[in-house]
């Protein structure tokens, strides 16, 4: 009989421990899914981003704007999918809304892979409303149906019955880790081994799989018992969350926002409107909601404070001196690494803090939608406001003095009148005082003197984070004060200015020199900067006889001043703003004193010659920039294709491609290697004396039909052959690589 006992027990200790086995199985079966669910929906998100923003910059003439209002764009219908997930569980419950959202996933089927529409190109819309529009028509269904997916996922598994689920919070950190890695998987594995229409076949694919993933995890929502279904309908249960609790949710979130924009579009108009530079500062941002919410972080309040700020610190006192230094010559890792490594540092910290005060599972949903709401106001604010009401990029330091705002440290409410005040006026203080003794320095002491008031910012405020961030701001202020300029105007295509050195006119767009004339005595109409005489492009009009001339980019018109009489030049100019100045003698003369007929066609330079008669030009120049970066749709083989038509037999194609931060030689070598032509290189560096009188370094590629056409040019004996040994792809409308032209340490 003991034995029989015995025996029953042991049968029932088993069977309780296989029991808890095929608990525990169960459990790991539904995080996995739940979590494999979670990554992938969210890394689709951040792989159409990149994917449509590159498939649209040719229409809009691959200006960095494209990338900031994207993500505007997308961050809206982020918001709007966040909406649809917190108002369908609230009236819809949990018998009904996994349906719905299953209808909602299918709907994208049927106009998938995505592509654009047949006419992106703005034409005479307003570009901002323009690009919004083709947007939503090629990812507006797709986008918003897979938005949705990672806070309702998450809510369905706050009620699964899961160890962890009552606090899902970790599944966003696992959403934000999904997001990094399709990130970063696009400009590293996919962009440069997929075609764009590959691309789209490849996100039609894997957004496949994620719905079959969703419907798993919808049918154990729907077979849960009666209690799980009871806790999802009710309403929440925690307090309601106070009014100043959501406006400063809000506000916290949008600070980031702004500043991973701004980070963005500096490093686009500097460098180049690429993925690649896209993806870092999003990359970084994600990443700083990964280690924020990540349920084993060990990060505290308190330590932040403490490790990050001495870091915020440097690398702030870094920003500042590229700001009070701009001609600085920065090889582009360091430039990257200080701006991202400024957003990451500033966007932990606030991202943290949000993390800390996240409130209890059943207002997850509002939760997020609180900061979709914030990083849509950050990014319109940086986007679309910024443009419109600041001359110059002024949004970028003003996001870090916001965030440093909201740095730890030891505010004292109570710390009396004196000490209140001192928080405002002491470090404004130290930029009156700057501002003063620049007055007496000599050139440059000014800038010497700013590198030390930063340096004595952070020894002075770092402990007083009001004090240390108007201290920043100061700084950032004489570091944005510009040189008094003839004209100033910004738009969509980037900020132009025009200032007066000397007997000289400058043409700044962005940080880039652009154009220059002087207006000494017997030296206006005189081809200056990349275009002087002595130059590649007047040594190609010294060698040949061009009297017809379609030139792709305007600047300041120079091109111009080697017009003869009877010619015809015409100029294909994106920017009207750029037409505009060019165009007024009182800052440029070229277009008006030339000898040549002019014509100025506005619109982008590749779709705008398309429609120019076969056989019209000698000689097209390639002179398009958007600050410092070539747009690449006018690099590629189709590009060259449509160049060729245009000239007449023994016509030439001149292409600027000076830049510092890529080598763009191998790109045009493989395009006229792929098309049979033959090309030249020249990299010019002027004289000193040249320098003195505004003649500029530049490189230059010109190629031709037949090698012959290149004879003059050879026997100068300052060209060489064009390299076209190149083992990298040719470049095309679907597809370019930027990181194998990226001079690294240059």
Request: charged share 15%.
């Amino acid at each position: 009989m003991e034995a029989g006992s015995r025996n029953l027990a042991g049968a029932d200790t088993r069977a309780d421990a296989a029991a808890r086995g095929r608990a525990r199985a169960a459990h790991r079966a539904t995080l996995g899914v739940y979590g494999v669910a979670i990554f992938t929906g969210s890394a689709l998100v951040f792989v159409i981003e990149p994917m449509v923003a590159k498939m649209l910059l040719p229409s809009f003439g691959g200006t960095p704007a494209v990338w900031a209002i994207s993500l505007v764009f997308f961050q809206g219908v982020l918001l709007a999918g966040y909406s649809f997930a917190h108002f369908s569980i609230r009236l819809l419950g949990v018998r009904r809304q996994p349906i719905a959202q299953l209808v909602l996933l299918l709907l994208p089927l049927a106009v998938l892979p995505i592509a654009l529409p047949g006419n992106a190109a703005p034409g005479s819309h307003d570009p901002n409303t323009w690009l919004l529009w083709v947007l939503a028509l090629t990812a507006g269904l797709p986008f918003f149906a897979i938005t949705t997916a990672s806070p309702v996922l998450q809510r369905w598994f706050s009620v699964s019955g899961h160890a962890a689920s009552r606090d899902p919070y970790f599944l966003y950190a696992a959403g934000n880790a999904g997001s990094l890695i399709g990130l970063l998987a696009y400009p590293i594995l996919i962009e440069p081994r997929l075609t764009l229409a590959g691309q789209a076949r490849m996100w039609t694919i894997v957004y496949a799989t994620f719905v079959v993933l969703a419907a798993i995890c919808a049918s154990r929502v729907l077979g849960a018992g009666p209690t799980a279904a009871t806790e999802i309908d009710a309403r929440p249960t925690s307090p309601p969350i106070a009014w100043r609790v959501r406006l400063r949710w809000i506000a916290m979130a949008a600070i980031p926002s702004a500043l991973m924009i701004g980070t963005s579009t500096y490093l686009s108009t500097d460098v180049a409107a690429v993925p690649l530079l896209w993806v870092i500062p999003l990359a970084l941002y994600l990443l700083s909601f990964v280690i924020a919410f990540g349920r084993r972080s060990r990060l505290t309040l308190d330590a932040i404070s403490s490790s990050a700020v001495a870091t915020s610190l440097s690398v702030a006192g870094c920003l500042l001196l590229l700001l009070l230094a701009p001609s600085l010559a920065l090889p582009i890792w360091l430039l990257v690494f200080l701006h991202g490594a400024n957003l990451f540092v500033i966007a932990l910290l606030v991202h943290r803090r949000l993390a800390l005060e996240r409130p209890p599972a059943d207002r997850l949903t509002e939760f997020y939608l609180l900061l979709s709401v914030g990083g849509v106001l950050g990014g319109a604010f940086s986007a679309l406001l910024a443009p419109q009401i600041f001359p110059t990029v002024a949004e970028y330091p003003l996001a870090i003095v916001l965030a440093l705002l909201l740095r730890p440290g030891p505010f004292r409410a109570r710390a009396g009148v004196i000490n209140r005040y001192a928080d405002i006026v002491l470090p404004f203080a130290v930029l009156v005082g700057i501002l003063a003794a620049a007055k007496v320095l000599p050139e440059g002491g000014a800038a010497r003197l700013g590198l030390l008031a930063a340096v004595g910012v952070v020894a002075l405020f770092r402990k007083r984070p009001l004090r240390f961030a108007l201290g920043v701001a100061a700084l950032l202020l004489l570091a944005a004060i510009p040189k008094a300029s003839l004209v100033s105007e910004r738009n969509f295509f980037g900020v132009l200015l025009v200032i007066e050195d000397g007997s000289k006119h400058v043409l700044f767009h962005d940080t880039t020199v652009h154009g220059i004339e002087s207006y000494a005595p017997g030296q206006r109409e005189v081809p200056l900067a990349y275009y002087s005489r002595p130059g590649p492009l007047g040594q190609v009009f010294a060698a040949y006889r061009l009297p017809r001339v379609g030139a792709i980019g305007l600047g300041s018109g120079a091109v111009a001043a080697y017009g003869r009489p009877g010619d015809r030049y015409t100029f294909y100019e994106i920017n009207p703003a750029m037409a505009r100045i060019a165009s007024d003698p009182r800052y440029f003369d070229y277009l008006h004193g030339s000898k040549a007929k002019i014509g100025i066609v506005i619109g982008d330079g590749r779709l705008e010659l398309a429609k120019a008669p076969p056989r019209s030009y000698d000689l097209i120049v390639l002179d398009a920039f958007s600050s410092d970066s070539v747009p690449v749709h006018l690099l590629t083989r189709e590009a060259v294709r449509i160049y060729l038509s245009k000239l007449r037999p023994g016509g030439l194609i001149a292409f600027h491609i000076s830049n510092r931060y890529f080598d763009l030689e191998p790109v045009i070598g493989g395009v006229a290697r792929s098309l049979g032509l033959s090309g030249l290189y020249q990299a010019h560096v002027p004289t000193a004396a040249a320098r003195s009188a505004g003649a500029a370094a530049s490189q230059w590629v010109v190629v031709a039909r037949r090698q012959a056409t290149l004879s003059p040019l050879v026997r100068t004996g300052k060209w060489r052959a064009l390299d076209e040994s190149s083992g990298e792809p040719v470049w095309t409308d679907q597809y370019s690589n930027i990181l194998s032209v990226v001079r690294w340490l240059r």
